[in-house]
């Protein structure tokens, strides 16, 4: 059925869906609406579910760590300091090896306070060992969500489904919501691996002395290599079922590209009408949208980037004393290979600033004027 929903929304109704039994969540906004819908759903019948009230975001992955360990299929949703206040936990659910599903609407950090679009809360967990999926509009976001409990409890590692704070939370799109029978055809019950019982006792997340704890460290990178593959065969029988798909990353225009642009999110969006543009004035342009952050889909960037001539990553965000996160990224897996394409880094759109088409053209003009990166990033749209 096709309705008009929030992106918060598009969460909520891909949750309900996946019939996930205990969820815990504290309100922060921008994210409150997601678990605003789903205490409705627990309360009025439509879950079959259990919904802990916690005094803070911290007790919220806690409780949906103990509901984990004891075979339940769990949701919490949080933003920016609500997330940085899970940091500690969010290693113990990703060594203890639970499939958590956490829906991050990306907002600014303080001070100053802001609520607005900034993705450095969500880049700051990357070390955590959550798998992280960015999503472009309202269906990619019901659609990831649903994907995220396959893809969670098939490698045994917690996911983060990540959307634009206002941008996405907050804007009404038409959505196609499957129907319960398609979706429990995609998202059968879950049945865990890894599990606490009376009947069968075994210590969980104790201590892990020198002898054990590189060799457990060891298998979550193994489990984190196995995502692209399971993801790429979970996404195909998502298609076959949906008939939508959205790959780890996606090119448009790259085949002859000489200027190729790197964009996450709802800038994506306004990236298509710009290229659009461009390549009606005769522009060699392409986009590469980025979906997967974690794991880093290295190899897939390298082979979209061979032919390139230039490559400008946009970033929303900023890692103090180096440069833009993606920026960063994108050099390290292309570091190694012969004759890559130098990679231009350009700050634009923190804490909620438009990232208009105007930016993004001069942006492209900046990279096509440039013969080589004069430095790590380039600030666009400041004030004077």
């Known amino acids: 059925m096709r309705q008009v929903l929030e992106g918060s929304h598009a969460v909520s109704e891909a949750v ?22 789903l205490s409705e759903y627990c309360e009025d019948g439509r879950m079959n579910a259990k919904f802990i009230c916690v005094e803070s975001e911290h007790s919220a992955m806690a409780a949906v760590i103990g509901a984990a360990s004891g075979g339940a299929r769990t ?45 450095t809360d969500s880049l700051a967990q990357r070390d955590t060992g959550w798998i992280q999926l960015y999503c472009e509009d309202g269906q990619e976001v ?63 997340s104790q201590m892990a002395p020198p002898p054990v704890y590189m060799e457990m460290r060891r298998n979550i990178q193994v489990g984190m290599e196995a995502v692209p593959g399971c993801f790429d065969r979970i ?22 590209a000489e200027i190729i642009l790197i964009v996450t999110g709802t800038a994506a969006s306004t990236s298509r009408h710009v290229l659009a543009e461009l390549r009606a004035q005769g522009e060699k342009v392409g986009i590469l949208k980025l979906k997967m952050f974690r794991p880093f889909p290295k190899d897939l960037i390298r082979q979209a980037l061979c032919n390139a001539k230039k490559v400008a990553v946009v970033d929303r965000n900023f890692s103090f004393g180096a440069s833009g996160i993606f920026a960063q990224e994108v050099r390290a897996a292309l570091c190694n290979q012969p004759n890559h394409p130098p990679v231009f880094g350009y700050i634009t759109g923190l804490g909620g600033r438009d990232v208009t088409p105007e930016i993004l053209k001069q942006i492209y003009q900046l990279v096509k004027q440039t013969p080589e990166p004069v430095e790590e990033s380039v600030w666009v749209g400041l004030k004077e």
């Open 142 to 204: 019901l659609d990831t969500t649903l994907l995220a409990f396959r893809l969670a409890e098939t490698v045994n590692l917690p996911v983060m489904v990540i959307l634009d704070a206002f941008f996405l939370s907050h804007t009404y799109e038409p959505v196609d919501v499957p129907d319960q029978q398609d979706a429990d055809r995609f998202l059968p019950p879950y049945s865990p691996r890894i599990q606490l019982d009376t009947k069968n006792p075994f210590a969980m």
């Open 235 to 256: 996404e195909k029988e998502f298609e076959s079922i949906f008939g939508r798909k959205y790959g780890q990353l996606e090119t448009v225009s790259c085949e002859d």
């Open 16 to 37: 309900r869906l996946a019939k996930v039994q205990v969820m815990s969540a504290y309100p922060i906004t921008p994210q409150t609406h997601i678990v605003e819908a």
């Open 75 to 119: 949701f919490t949703a949080t933003s920016s300091h609500g997330l940085a206040l899970m940091h500690e936990l969010l290693h113990w659910a990703s060594a203890a090896r639970l499939p958590i599903v956490m829906a991050e609407v990306n907002r600014a950090l303080a001070p100053g306070w802001n609520i607005w679009m900034d993705q």
